[in-house]
């Protein structure tokens, strides 16, 4: 019912910036919040980010707060994360997540994108 596509993922050096994409598609009048997550290879998937579709509302995680911004952009239905002041232990395979309660499935990720800071 939702398609998630992830963009923007890279190399950068610690202490640089990138932003990831995510670029919604199908119904998505229903997504209710879209959020981003990251997993590093033997770790657990790690909450990074949402956002709120109705309120805007946001909120992150601990060890990417007030260094991360999600933002979205409803004329595309497409949500963005900007890193900035990126670390080596940011480094992670970062997955769009969306939520849509009326939708069956209501749950839907995109296939990721590498993100890696080296040192």
């Known amino acids: 019912q939702v398609q998630l596509v992830e963009s923007g993922g890279g190399l950068v050096q610690a202490g640089g910036s990138l932003r990831v994409s995510c670029a919604a598609s199908?119904?998505?009048?229903?997504?209710?919040?879209t959020g981003w997550y990251r997993q590093a290879p033997g770790k657990e998937r790690e909450f990074v980010a949402i956002?709120?579709?109705?309120?805007?509302?946001?909120r992150y995680g601990d060890s990417v707060k007030g260094r991360f911004t999600i933002s979205r952009d409803d004329a595309k239905s497409a949500v963005y994360l900007q890193m900035a002041s990126l670390k080596p232990e940011d480094t992670a395979i970062y997955y769009c997540?969306?939520?849509?309660?009326?939708?069956?499935?209501?749950?839907?990720w995109g296939q990721g994108t590498q993100v890696t800071v080296s040192s």
């Open positions: 199908g119904r998505t009048y229903y997504i209710a919040q």
């Open positions: 956002v709120n579709w109705n309120t805007g509302n946001t």
């Open positions: 997540n969306a939520i849509a309660p009326r939708l069956t499935p209501n749950t839907y």
